[in-house]
């Protein structure tokens, strides 16, 4: 953040209330200020973008401890899938999650590509024509 763009104490104090808060009032008490100034400071562009920018930075953790934890459940699901002592019943959900579930994901990974693609191609190019 630009040392021009950085926020007050307060408002970067709010931004980390959002993040463990339900609502912009309960945000503005935990900060002990009106829930009028709360909403006033959402309306704030920087304060967007600093939310923003948390909220990103958490989901990239969730999302990471998510894909390490795919690993795990997907071999998982194979044990099952592949153990004929295990109830039929129990194969043939492991086989569906998995068969239903690889379409899901690689569908998820060409798109991931695709948007990173036209990135790139937006990057170059000069939008002050």
Known sequence: ?????????RKRR????MMTSSSV?????AIGVHERTGHRYMQDPRVK??????????????????????TDALATLEAIH????AP????VSAAKVIFEGAPK??????????VQALEEV???VDVKK
């Open 49 to 70: 973008a600093a939310l923003s920018h948390k909220m990103d930075s958490e989901l990239g953790s969730v999302a990471r401890i998510a894909v390490n934890a795919m």
């Open 1 to 9: 953040m630009a040392k021009q763009d950085r926020l007050p104490a």
């Open 14 to 17: 709010f931004v980390a209330a």
């Open 88 to 91: 039929a019943s129990a194969r």
């Open 105 to 114: 994901l690689r569908d998820t990974f060409d798109l991931a590509e695709r």
């Open 82 to 85: 592949k153990d004929e002592t």
């Open 122 to 124: 937006l990057s170059r």
């Open 25 to 29: 009032a309960a945000a503005a008490r």
